[in-house]
């Protein structure tokens, strides 16, 4: 697989940090591409160079929040084999702390009203983190658990739409 080009790289990461400032300061209904590539410093015609709608660009933000939580929590394993029993890892924390901190944008996004494509990756992107997480814990040799890690990460789903 060949590298992303490297401005397109920044210019889809400057996208995705200004809608995710946005949604901290406006409500996600009133965001326009206007807002966001004048928050980005881009121009209106590179917006739809990388997204084809407001709803692609939502779903690759908070994607991306989510890889970047687990890659960060990777590396600090180490100090979570020292956290109390029963306490989560320093990853899940952060990620609902994320969740939290920009509850009302998940709720859109969960809601009736919101983008099935965020759930849609949510829902793959927790799968994806428990197939890597069972496939420490089993032996080799062991069946898939491509359906036990499907329902769980609908439920991971399902609770934190309920939790907002």
């Known amino acids: 697989m060949a590298a992303e080009d490297p401005r397109k790289a920044r210019t889809k990461s400057a996208l995705q940090a200004a809608v995710l400032t946005l949604f901290r300061v406006k409500p996600i209904a009133e965001i326009s591409v206007a807002d966001v590539v004048a928050q980005a410093g881009v121009n209106r015609s590179s917006f739809y160079v990388h997204y084809p709608s407001l709803h692609a660009l939502y779903a690759d933000a908070l994607e991306a929040v989510a890889v970047d939580t ?6 600090s394993e180490g100090a979570d084999a020292e956290r109390p029993e029963g306490e989560a890892p320093a990853g899940v924390r952060e990620y609902i702390h994320h969740i939290a901190e920009h509850a009302d944008t998940y709720r859109w ?5 919101g983008c099935s494509e965020i759930g ?3 829902r793959e992107r927790f799968r994806e983190s428990l197939l890597q997480g069972f496939s420490h814990h089993v032996p080799d040799g062991t069946t898939s658990f491509d359906l036990q890690a499907a329902f769980l990460a609908g439920g991971m789903v ?3 739409t309920q939790w907002l």
């Open 70 to 75: 687990a890659r960060n929590s990777r590396h």
């Open 109 to 113: 996004a969960l809601g009736p009203e």
């Open 120 to 122: 849609f990756r949510l």
């Open 158 to 160: 399902g609770a934190i």
